[in-house]
């Protein structure tokens, strides 16, 4: 069974860094690309982040380029988010997603989902 | 950058009726490479179509999805009452983008 378990989040003040993980089990890790996904409370879904099966190759939102990365340890099945100079603007549930396996891409569509983990940006 | 605009932003049915989504790119989605998915309060979203019109695992039949270029349709017919909730498409293939959603809620 597929399982998808972020955590990390938590209360940060404007201008703070934060890193959130995501353990994955129940696939093979390495052979599929993760996400990040985030939606700011009553609002919709923004795409983050996305990074390939190997690590190699990351594609970043415009709206994070610079302040986020997106990596993945795979000897310990694990994605990560390091969010940098954080804003209110970044508040929000932060999901992991995996690609379904009919993608045809690494910017596929998804068919994993975490819970999610809550990321608030306040003084 | 692909920008999908979803219409209604409400729409507002009684169990057993049918609803009919739409979601219009600015841009041709190629190999229509279209997704829609549910969400329920909550809850993460959750998959219902790829390919602009199939079914993901475990989906009912009752969920159907159509379109090319630059029109894409999401068809729930017969609602049942766990079917209410938001849906959103999204692009994916060359990039990756939402539409803002459409909320299904009871009349």
């Known amino acids: 069974e597929v399982q998808l378990l972020e955590s990390g989040g938590g209360l940060v003040p404007p201008g703070g860094s934060l890193r959130l993980s995501c353990a994955a089990s129940?696939?093979?890790?390495?052979?599929?690309?993760m996400n990040w996904v985030r939606q700011a409370p009553g609002k919709g879904l923004e795409w983050v982040a996305t990074?390939?099966?190997?690590?190699?190759?990351?594609f970043i939102a415009d709206s994070v380029k610079g302040r986020f990365t997106i990596s993945r340890d795979k000897s310990k099945n694990t994605l990560y988010l390091q969010m940098n100079s954080l804003t209110a603007a970044d508040s929000a549930i932060y999901y992991c997603?995996?690609?379904?396996?009919?993608?045809?891409?690494?910017?596929?569509?998804?068919?994993?989902w975490g819970q999610g983990t809550l990321v608030t940006v306040s003084s | 950058e692909i920008v999908l605009t979803q219409s209604p932003g409400t729409l507002s049915l009684s169990p057993g009726e049918t609803a009919t989504l739409s979601c219009k790119a600015s841009?041709?989605?190629?190999?229509?490479?279209l997704a829609w998915y549910h969400q329920k309060p909550g809850q993460a979203p959750r998959v219902l179509i790829y390919?602009?019109?199939n079914r993901a695992a475990g989906i009912p039949d009752r969920f159907s999805g159509s379109g090319s270029g630059t029109d894409f349709t999401l068809t729930i017919s017969r609602l049942e009452p766990e079917d209410f909730a938001v849906y959103y498409c999204?692009?994916?293939?060359?990039?990756?983008?939402f539409g803002g959603g459409t909320k299904v809620d009871i009349k």
């Open positions: 997603a995996k690609p379904g396996p009919y993608s045809g891409s690494d910017l596929g569509y998804f068919d994993y």
């Open positions: 129940g696939f093979t890790f390495t052979s599929f690309a």
């Open positions: 990074i390939s099966g190997s690590g190699r190759r990351t």
């Open positions: 841009q041709s989605v190629d190999n229509i490479y």
């Open positions: 390919g602009a019109s």
């Open positions: 999204q692009h994916y293939g060359t990039s990756l983008t």
